[in-house]
């Protein structure tokens, strides 16, 4: 009974670890070593609250005595050692990293999502159904790439914040850099799944679904969506790096996470100003964490894009 039960397991597992994607996987170095990066500083994400010494944001445990302190050298004043040092405000550095983190990446994987959903529905609709509807969406599309994006994210996140009550701009700052972010990038996959969608739309079973009478909204989820996907999470990966370096480069202008919840670009901002006064490692260690996650993430996508075009194989 046991055996029987679970062969349908070890099959897929086994057909999982045989596939052309692991079999690529194992076979490109690089994309392991990026994948083991992304997963340690994922993981120490989001186990902060059990991983980090302190908790950085908590008013109560902190003393201005230990400001300044060294990487792995004793505070003058406490006697307290820190890892990667202080902060002018005597916050741990390691822990606000781990906590400065959760902000960046919550905030990369929301704002991809949120453009991959808004670019994959409109391209589905621009490439599908065709006319007015395709010219306006892509005219729209064209009109913004005109711009850079972080522009967009700004102008996006500046209107958004100026509509938002006072007492709220802070508890909702978070969700306007998603909303900001992401209303930037959704671009890119309308135009990639536009481009799909007319070639998948003239094939014969997307024919033989219009004669037995599918609807064009059931046509566009169940037959064309699946057979466009695979670009579409490349642009995915690729994005929640540029996700990512969004919302620190609108946190470091001082127009992204607030302070009471900073995030990996609000670290380094802070830490630019003390950086030529000798206080190194405020800047560094958060700056350094930031270029690991972004390239890691990047390197990735790099290697899913070779290995799931079959022109590559």
């Known amino acids: 009974m046991t055996t029987s039960s679970n062969s349908p397991n070890t099959s897929r597992l086994s057909r999982a ?27 120490g994400a989001i186990l902060a609250p059990l991983l980090a010494p302190y908790n950085p944001f908590d008013p109560a445990t902190l003393n201005l005595m230990n400001g300044f302190t060294p990487p792995s050298q004793p505070n003058a004043f406490t006697g307290d050692v820190f890892v990667l040092g202080t902060d002018d405000q005597g916050r741990d550095v390691l822990s606000t990293i781990l ?3 959760r902000i960046s990446l ?22 599908y159904i065709g006319g007015w509807v395709e010219t306006i969406i892509m005219r729209i599309a064209d009109i913004q790439l005109t711009f850079p994006s972080i522009l967009v994210a700004m102008l996006i996140f500046g209107i958004a914040k100026g509509v938002t009550p006072p007492e709220y701009r802070d508890q909702m700052a978070i969700w306007v850099l998603i909303l900001a972010i992401g209303l930037s990038d959704w671009v890119q996959f309308a135009r990639v799944v536009r481009g799909a969608t007319l070639v998948e739309k003239n094939k ?35 994005s929640l790096a540029l996700a990512i370096i969004a919302e620190a480069t609108l946190s470091f202008l001082g127009v992204g996470a607030p302070p009471t919840k900073p995030s990996l670009g609000t670290l380094i901002r802070i830490g630019q100003e003390f950086m030529f006064s000798g206080e190194w490692w405020i800047l560094f260690f958060p700056a350094a964490t930031l270029l690991a996650l972004a390239l890691s993430i990047n390197l990735l996508g790099d290697w899913l894009r070779d290995a799931l075009n079959p022109r590559l194989r």
Not at 106 to 127: C, E
Not at 213 to 233: D, E, K, T, W, Y
């Open 204 to 238: 014969e079973y997307v024919q033989a679904a219009r004669l037995i009478g599918r609807s064009q909204f059931s046509i566009m989820l169940r037959h064309i969506l699946p057979n466009v996907l695979n670009p579409v999470l490349v642009i995915a990966t690729i």
């Open 106 to 127: 919550f905030v990369g994987f929301a704002a991809v999502f949120l453009a991959m959903l808004l670019g994959v529905t409109l391209g589905l609709m621009a490439g």
């Open 17 to 43: 670890w045989n596939s052309d994607l692991a079999w690529s996987f194992r076979q490109t170095p690089v994309a392991m070593v990026s994948a083991f990066v992304v997963s340690i500083l994922i993981l």
């Open 99 to 101: 906590y400065g983190m």
